[in-house]
């Protein structure tokens, strides 16, 4: 079972609704919306799309969008790319005019007047590079010293340069208000420099009136490493943006700053994504090279919670494949991930991160199946996530925005249950919930985690390890619901004598008119005749009473006084009080 999440970039590649649902079928868990490209009614589109898309398929697949943040981009070419050749000159434009291959305009002017003569302008990750050899009132005049083909909107990087930028663009600021409107799930904040570009966009959010989204803090500039914990500290996550780190800081650095980022995003309990040129080659070949295999399962090792696909899924040739492909990959990484916890030495004082680590450290040595965690924030969750413990998490929640929220953290799997009022009932649901969708079956050992009392978001105060009762008896079910009483098999109801003190589990061959009286006391019904329209599942359905029937030799197998519990969402029947 894979447990590290595939972020996956929606573009004009995969931006109808069926591709969307093929992306989602191969693996994608978060769907990532690039504001540097297209334009409002582009991201509108492509959000709905997804959310069209996820609610076919029915999974929480959470919608990431990615702002142009301070960046500095070159304009359009109406007429396709342009081939800059070394040693030619080539004019950057204060305005944003089109561009040809005399020049073309930028979407900051400011870069006219901060580029000094001689410093060198790398576009496109630095595959191009041009130096400035004249700056004049409307434009710098540049030489190009490594060549190649220019096309629309290339970012610019100068690296050692802090260009006074805000930290959203216009179109960020329009974008957000649209992604809170159509409640999206994360904020990707390109070039965060200082924890105060995160309290910045933080506080636009709030200025709106809306609770803010949770904010990925794009790590892709030197002076963000240089303000690296500060940033973590205002986080909801992190970004290990390779391709404009690689611009900004010598390429060697970039392998360490990735184990440096992803260690403080798992210590602080934060979601990391590993991003860019992940398997770059797949934009046009249907395989990766065994390079781009390696640095996914390297990065999967380092602790990343997801990895993310830029240009393979938006504009490649081969959007599934690429999301399949790393779908396999991380499968098989995470095969060979091992618990943590204890390696990293992570110690805290609150008892939610300490019931927690508990909880994955039990699961490892009782070698249990899962751990479920019943969750109003997701919380609790997200601290299991970090331990990497060796079975799935299943988060288990009535709030589908928490759902999706979880769908970016390592080995969690989110699924929607039913709220229930007290521990007992909670746990039973989320059992019965887990074994519907194959996470867990009877026999299988389970850890379980939750706040009590019951329905206070930040509690998480209890574990519990249990066994998944095997089922004793087989029927069909009606009502829904659990109940635990002892057995009272009554054969004649004219005969039947006074009912126990207790509560009781009526146990019948079948039922007619002079049973009703037995019913209407009873937790719950256990009939040996079958059939839905049978009078005891009309009146069991009628009296809101758990009832089985079709059960075979019943009224043989159980003997009064015996302690049962009825599980009429299945249909089972359990000998004592297990959780099932």
Same mark, same amino acid.
């Given at each position: ?28 868990? /978060? ?15 492509? @959000?709905?799309? @997804? ?8 999974? &929480? ?24 050749? &070394?040693?030619? %000159? ?6 944003? %005019? ?5 020049? @073309? ?12 003569? +001689?410093?060198?302008? $790398? ?62 799930? =994360? !904020? ?20 709106? +009136?809306?609770?803010? !989204? ?6 892709? #500039? ?17 970004? *290990? ?7 900004? $800081? ?36 249907? %395989? ?29 040739? =081969? ?36 019931? #927690? ?21 997701? =919380? ?12 799935? /998490? ?8 928490? !759902?999706?929220?979880?769908? $970016?953290?390592?080995? @969690? ?5 039913? &709220? ?63 109940? #635990?009483?002892?057995?009272? *098999? ?9 009912? &126990?003190?207790?509560? =009781?589990? !009526? ?62 969402? %299945? ?10």
């Amino acid at each position: 079972m894979r447990r590290t999440k595939i972020v996956a970039t929606i573009g004009p590649a995969c931006d109808q609704p069926a591709a969307i649902r093929r992306l989602i079928e191969a693996g994608m868990d /978060v769907a990532r919306i690039n504001l540097s490209h297209g334009s409002p009614a582009d991201h509108r589109a492509h @959000v709905q799309a @997804v959310k069209a898309a996820r609610e076919d398929v029915g999974r &929480p697949v959470a919608i990431m969008l990615d702002t142009q943040g301070p960046e500095v981009r070159v304009g359009a070419f109406p007429d396709g790319p342009v081939q800059l050749r &070394p040693g030619q %000159r080539f004019l950057l434009w204060r305005d944003n %005019r089109p561009g040809n291959a005399e020049g @073309v305009g930028v979407s900051w002017p400011g870069l006219v007047d901060t580029t000094e003569v +001689g410093q060198v302008l $790398l576009l496109d990750d630095g595959n191009l590079s041009l130096r400035c050899i004249e700056r004049t009132p409307d434009a710098l005049v540049t030489e190009v010293e490594v060549g190649g083909p220019l096309s629309t909107r290339k970012k610019i990087s100068c690296p050692g340069s802090h260009w006074p930028l805000a930290p959203l663009s216009p179109v960020d600021e329009e974008a957000i208000l649209m992604g809170l409107e159509e409640e999206v799930d =994360y !904020l990707a904040v390109s070039f965060v420099r200082t924890a105060e570009d995160v309290i910045q966009v933080r506080r636009f959010m709030e200025q709106q +009136g809306a609770t803010p !989204l949770p904010i990925i803090a794009k790590i892709e #500039s030197a002076l963000a490493v240089e303000n690296l914990e500060a940033i973590v500290t205002v986080s909801d996550g992190l970004m *290990v943006a390779r391709g404009d780190l690689g611009v900004e $800081l010598p390429v060697e650095e970039v392998p360490w700053l990735q184990k440096r980022i992803i260690r403080l995003a798992n210590q602080a309990g934060l979601p990391v994504i590993t991003a860019t040129q992940m398997l770059e080659s797949m934009i046009s070949r249907p %395989r990766p090279t065994r390079a781009e295999a390696s640095d996914v399962a390297n990065a999967i090792w380092d602790g990343t919670d997801a990895v993310m696909l830029s240009a393979e899924t938006a504009s490649g040739q =081969y959007p599934v494949e690429a999301v399949e492909m790393m779908a396999h990959l991380a499968d098989q990484a995470d095969q060979r991930t091992q618990p943590h916890c204890q390696e990293r030495g992570w110690a805290s004082s609150q008892i939610s991160d300490a019931v #927690s680590r508990a909880s994955a450290e039990a699961a490892d040595e009782l070698g249990a199946s899962a751990i479920l965690t019943a969750t109003h924030s997701g =919380y609790t969750a997200t601290m299991v996530s970090r331990c990497r413990p060796a079975v799935p /998490v299943v988060a288990l929640s009535a709030f589908p925005a928490v !759902l999706r929220k979880l769908a $970016l953290y390592w080995g @969690v799997m989110p699924v929607f249950m039913e &709220p229930r009022d007290n521990t007992d009932d909670m746990m039973a649901e989320a059992v019965n919930t887990a074994m519907r969708h194959g996470f867990v079956k009877p026999g299988d050992r389970v850890v379980f985690t939750a706040g009590v009392p019951v329905g206070r978001p930040g509690t998480t105060n209890m574990m519990r390890v249990e066994t998944i009762a095997e089922p004793f008896l087989r029927g069909q079910g009606i009502g829904g619901r659990t109940a #635990s009483g002892q057995v009272w *098999v009554v054969l004649d109801a004219d005969k039947a004598g006074l009912a &126990p003190d207790a509560p =009781y589990v !009526l146990v019948v061959r079948r039922t007619d008119a002079a049973y009703v009286p037995l019913m209407e006391h009873a937790a719950a019904v256990v009939v040996e005749q079958g059939g839905l329209t049978s009078h005891a599942a009309v009146v069991g359905l009628t009296l809101g009473i758990p009832t089985v029937v079709g059960v075979e030799g019943a009224t043989d197998r159980l003997r009064s006084g015996d302690l049962i519990t009825v599980d009429s969402n %299945r249909g089972l029947v359990f000998l004592g009080r297990p959780n099932v």
